[in-house]
């Protein structure tokens, strides 16, 4: 009964959203706006929404599936979260350089789980890039990946590959701030691959697909597929891998922290209590400590998402707290069902493999 008249006092800020939105498009696509071109090809991943999508690791499967194919990756990422400012190298393609307080835990996930890609965060993707094309001259990347850069349109891409949550209200989605959309569900046709993920109804996930054919779009379903949890530190390894059902105290703070309590049930993991912060909210040793204490009261084992914990590694005792308490986290990776054959094609054909 609350949210309807903060719906209503929403909307006129939503309808302005919306209108600067598509003028920033316009302007774009009448060329009164040119976007920079870098002499690699790029391929963005981003969505229509504010908020978690399936991003970061699908990012993640891009970067491995180049590597692969044996090419020099660079990723550029806003680096969400991050103490720093302006262009910050992460990984040099040899060494990580920044920790996740420096870097945004999302960006220094990346990095540390390819230590073959270079990453840079910057907030403004053009200036990264140009920062990589100068920093690596006599050994520039084959491609560039630019994270959540859909709205990005300052820098030219040769693929935009596009995020839908099928967990979202799709049919009844607004702008923001009312809602959690970027800009009009139309835009979509923009995208050269949209990807439907975070499928919880069949049904839903059907009429979805259907209507976001009229894009003319090809639609290809992802999943997240769990890979299980991991330690953080080797004494900890008895309490998670025994084969034993955990009884868990899960604490996570990301976007869709719902969505991480399913994920660890179907590890078997019996999720007894949970706490949940915002997303890229600093971890403080107050909070830590609470969560170590409670976590002992109740008997119970500490589990976090693998973003969770890259973000409590930036404090080095945050860190020494959560593996004297045996902490692990979730390991998750990006799958597509079907479809993954012509997402590696259009992948291959971009870079000429």
């Given at each position: 009964?609350?949210?309807?008249?903060?719906?209503?006092?929403?909307?006129?800020?939503?309808?302005?959203y919306?209108?600067?939105a598509?003028?920033?498009?316009?302007?774009?696509?009448?060329?009164?706006?040119?976007?920079?071109r870098?002499?690699?090809?790029?391929?963005?991943?981003g969505?229509?929404?504010?908020?978690g999508?399936?991003?970061?690791?699908?990012?993640?499967?891009t970067?491995?599936?180049?590597?692969?194919l044996?090419?020099?990756?660079?990723?550029?990422s806003?680096?969400?979260?991050?103490l720093?400012?302006?262009?910050?190298?992460?990984?040099?393609?040899?060494h990580?350089?920044?920790?996740?307080?420096?870097?945004?835990d999302?960006?220094?996930?990346?990095a540390?789980n390819n230590p073959?890609?270079?990453?840079?965060?910057?907030?403004?993707?053009?200036?990264?890039a140009?920062?990589?094309?100068?920093?690596?001259?006599?050994?520039?990347?084959d491609?560039i990946?630019?994270?959540?850069?859909?709205?990005?349109?300052?820098m030219?891409?040769?693929?935009?590959?596009?995020?839908?949550?099928a967990?979202?209200?799709?049919?009844?989605a607004r702008?923001l701030?009312?809602?959690?959309?970027r800009?009009p569900?139309?835009?979509?046709?923009?995208?050269d691959?949209?990807?439907?993920?975070?499928?919880?109804?069949?049904?839903?996930?059907?009429?979805?697909?259907?209507a976001?054919?009229?894009?003319?779009?090809?639609?290809?379903?992802?999943?997240?597929?769990?890979?299980g949890?991991?330690?953080v530190?080797?004494?900890?390894?008895?309490?998670?891998?025994t084969?034993?059902?955990?009884q868990?105290?899960?604490?996570?703070?990301?976007?869709?922290?719902?969505e991480f309590l399913?994920?660890?049930?179907?590890?078997?993991?019996?999720?007894?209590?949970?706490?949940?912060?915002?997303?890229?909210?600093?971890?403080?040793?107050?909070?830590?400590?609470?969560?170590?204490r409670?976590?002992?009261?109740?008997?119970?084992?500490?589990?976090?998402?693998?973003?969770?914990w890259?973000?409590?590694?930036?404090?080095?005792q945050?860190?020494?707290?959560m593996?004297h308490?045996?902490?692990?986290?979730l390991?998750?990776?990006?799958?597509?069902?079907?479809?993954?054959?012509?997402?590696?094609?259009?992948?291959?054909?971009l870079?000429?493999?």
């Amino acid at each position: 009964m609350h949210k309807r008249p903060l719906s209503i006092l929403l909307r006129p800020l939503g309808l302005l959203y919306g209108l600067i939105a598509e003028i920033r498009n316009t302007l774009f696509e009448t060329a009164l706006l040119t976007p920079w071109r870098p002499p690699c090809p790029v391929v963005s991943i981003g969505n229509i929404t504010a908020g978690g999508t399936g991003k970061t690791p699908m990012v993640d499967w891009t970067t491995k599936y180049f590597l692969s194919l044996g090419c020099r990756v660079a990723i550029i990422s806003r680096g969400y979260g991050r103490l720093t400012k302006g262009v910050q190298m992460v990984s040099d393609g040899r060494h990580l350089l920044l920790s996740a307080r420096e870097a945004g835990d999302e960006t220094a996930m990346l990095a540390a789980n390819n230590p073959e890609a270079i990453v840079v965060a910057a907030e403004k993707r053009k200036e990264g890039a140009r920062f990589i094309q100068k920093t690596f001259e006599n050994f520039p990347p084959d491609v560039i990946i630019l994270d959540d850069a859909f709205q990005h349109r300052q820098m030219a891409r040769d693929l935009d590959i596009v995020i839908v949550s099928a967990s979202e209200p799709f049919f009844k989605a607004r702008m923001l701030p009312e809602g959690r959309l970027r800009e009009p569900l139309r835009n979509l046709a923009r995208a050269d691959i949209i990807l439907l993920g975070k499928i919880t109804d069949p049904d839903e996930a059907d009429a979805i697909e259907h209507a976001l054919t009229a894009t003319g779009r090809p639609v290809l379903r992802t999943r997240v597929h769990t890979l299980g949890l991991e330690p953080v530190t080797d004494c900890s390894e008895e309490s998670a891998n025994t084969g034993v059902q955990l009884q868990a105290l899960a604490f996570a703070g990301i976007a869709a922290p719902e969505e991480f309590l399913a994920s660890l049930r179907r590890t078997g993991t019996d999720v007894r209590a949970h706490r949940f912060f915002r997303d890229h909210q600093p971890y403080t040793t107050e909070t830590v400590r609470s969560l170590i204490r409670e976590a002992k009261e109740k008997g119970l084992s500490l589990v976090t998402t693998e973003k969770d914990w890259f973000r409590l590694l930036g404090d080095p005792q945050l860190k020494e707290l959560m593996e004297h308490a045996g902490c692990s986290y979730l390991k998750i990776e990006t799958r597509l069902p079907e479809g993954e054959e012509k997402l590696r094609m259009a992948l291959r054909d971009l870079v000429g493999r």
